[in-house]
């Protein structure tokens, strides 16, 4: 059974850092992108950050270019989403996913996902 598993949520004040962990099991993702997508209540899911299966690309949405940053081991079958600068409009619930491409920013790309992690950042 292929499994996602986030940590590493919570709240923050505006201007704190958050570091996400994405654990895998059940298959391995070495060959495919990872990422993360995050929901907003009230609003669509998102994409937020993607990182290919060499780690040779990364992409981020605007909205936290600069401020966060998606690594992978894929040692540990694990990836990770270190957040920094957070503000209010960062709170959602974040999600991370795996797609059998090499790159992948669509949420329609992703195949697998995982419950979600609940991210507050406080004013």
């Known amino acids: 059974q292929v499994q996602l598993v986030e940590s590493g949520g919570g709240l923050v004040q505006a201007g704190g850092s958050l570091r996400l962990s994405c654990a895998t099991s059940?298959?391995?993702?070495?060959?495919?992108?990872m990422g993360w997508f995050r929901q907003a209540p009230g609003k669509e899911r998102e994409f937020v950050a993607t990182?290919?299966?060499?780690?040779?690309?990364?992409i981020y949405a605007d909205s936290v270019k600069g401020r966060f940053t998606i690594s992978r081991d894929t040692a540990k079958n694990s990836m990770y989403l270190q957040m920094n600068s957070l503000k209010p409009e960062d709170t959602a619930v974040y999600y991370c996913?795996?797609?059998?491409?090499?790159?992948?920013?669509?949420?329609?790309?992703?195949?697998?996902w995982g419950q979600g992690t609940q991210v507050t950042v406080s004013s």
């Open positions: 059940g298959r391995t993702f070495s060959n495919d992108a």
């Open positions: 990182m290919s299966w060499n780690g040779n690309v990364r």
């Open positions: 996913a795996a797609a059998a491409k090499a790159v992948a920013t669509r949420e329609d790309d992703y195949s697998y």
